[in-house]
Each structure stands twice: as structure tokens, then as C-alpha cells.
């Protein structure tokens, strides 16, 4: 099973918006509606930010948001701050091997 | 306070056998399906293997099946993964986590501080 794809890098300046996105395929992003997202700080463990597409864990600030468009999910952060700095990864259910992660997504705050 | 605190990670001979434990608290851990998720070293997260909150469902990515045992003792508040015949490619980190919904696919809402293994002559 191949990795979700997302872009290598995103980068955007304090207070604008920035989207990462995760393209899979009819198997997984497309099918089912499990998908979430992560942010990983170096050294820290992963963090949950979206699951189930869309739906925000509690404590995860509402700039952070979720959706999906056939085989594309995405994740939109609004106002961007310093702290977003990080590495996203998006993950995905997927009927020929169970789970599969993006490759990760490296975001400069400019 | 959830914690979910992962052991048992170390340095493996190609071949050898390891057995990672989480233990796990501030939580009723019979109730959630939990799972392990590991870390290459400078590269991205790989999905190892769940397990439902009864041990009734277990799953396991195609790289470690057959070598890797996923076990949970709910009395214990604990996860497992019994690892052999280990390779190289088997080096990372090891994190366990936490499913946050009553379905196994769904996310991992919390996850320990993960435990290094590694797999070198």
C-alpha cells in the first residue's frame, strides 16, 4: 500500500491561512470517512488534530479544520502562528491494509 | 490524567526478539481499541497494528505480519507487542496510542512518549 500523498512543504506568514492536502485514492481517502490528521513537534510525540474528516478533538483550537473532496482531504489552518510550526501527517482507513499515514507535510511560519 | 507510558525498547541483533509493554492509565482501558505506531528515524509515521478493546479484533500491516504479536491485559492496563525475527528496517521509535472513538479506524487521541528500537549487529 502506497503512502497518502501531501506536499513536502508549506510555508505561510503569521495570521494568513495555509492548506495541506492528502491524495489517495477510491480504497481509502475517497471511501470511507476516516481520516485524520496529526501534528508532530521534533522530539514530541504526534498529536491529534482532526479525525473523522472533520470533527476537532476537544482542546484542539478551532483554526484548525478538516474536510475531504472525493479521493483529496485536506487541512486548513486559519491565522497562523508561530507554534503551527511542525510536521502534519494525514492517515487514512484503507481496505487493502488497514491504516495508512501520509508521507508528512514539513509548515514554516514565516 | 491520561498516560499511556511505553518500555522495553533497546538495542536487538538482526534476528533477535523484543517485547514493548504500555501501560496505561487515567482511562478505563478495556474500553478502547489501541494501537501501535512506529518511526523510522527522520522519516514519517507507519501504522503497526490494532487492537479492539476485547482482543476480539487484531490487525497487523503487511511489513510486520507474522513477526510481530499485538496482546492487551485489560486487568493490567496494558498493551503489548511482542517483536521477532527483527530486521534493520525494523529501527524507530515505537509509539503506542490510544483510539478516541468506539471505531478502531478512528483516530489516536492520545499517544505515549514512544520507546527506541533498535535492530543493528
Known amino acids: 500500500q502506497s503512502a497518502l500523498t501531501q506536499p513536502a512543504s508549506v510555508s505561510g506568514s503569521p495570521g494568513q491561512s495555509i492548506t495541506i492536502s492528502c491524495t489517495g485514492t477510491s480504497s481509502d481517502v475517497g471511501g470511507y470517512n476516516y481520516v485524520s490528521w496529526y501534528q508532530q513537534h521534533p522530539g514530541k510525540a504526534p498529536k491529534l488534530m482532526i479525525y473523522d474528516v472533520s470533527n476537532r478533538p476537544s482542546g484542539v483550537s478551532n483554526r484548525f479544520s478538516g474536510s475531504k473532496s472525493g479521493n483529496t482531504a485536506s487541512l486548513t489552518i486559519s491565522g497562523l502562528q508561530a507554534e503551527d510550526e511542525a510536521d502534519y501527517y494525514c492517515s487514512s482507513y484503507t481496505s487493502s491494509s488497514y491504516v495508512v499515514f501520509g508521507g508528512g507535510t514539513k509548515l514554516t511560519v514565516l | 490524567e491520561v498516560q499511556l507510558v511505553e518500555s522495553g525498547g533497546g538495542l536487538v541483533k538482526p534476528g533477535g526478539s523484543l517485547r514493548l509493554s504500555c501501560a496505561a492509565s487515567g482511562f478505563t482501558f478495556s474500553s478502547y481499541s489501541m494501537n501501535w505506531v512506529r518511526q523510522a528515524p527522520g522519516k514519517g509515521l507507519e501504522w503497526v497494528s490494532s487492537i479492539s478493546s476485547s482482543s476480539s479484533y487484531i490487525y497487523y500491516a503487511d511489513s510486520v505480519k507474522g513477526r510481530f504479536t499485538i496482546s492487551r491485559d485489560n486487568a493490567k492496563n496494558s498493551l503489548y507487542l511482542q517483536m521477532n525475527s527483527l530486521r534493520a528496517e525494523d529501527t524507530a521509535v515505537y509509539y503506542c496510542?490510544?483510539?478516541?472513538?468506539?471505531?478502531?479506524?478512528?483516530?489516536?487521541?492520545?499517544w505515549g512518549q514512544g520507546t527506541l528500537v533498535t535492530v543493528s549487529s
Open positions: 496510542a490510544r483510539v478516541g472513538t468506539a471505531m478502531v479506524w478512528s483516530g489516536n487521541d492520545y
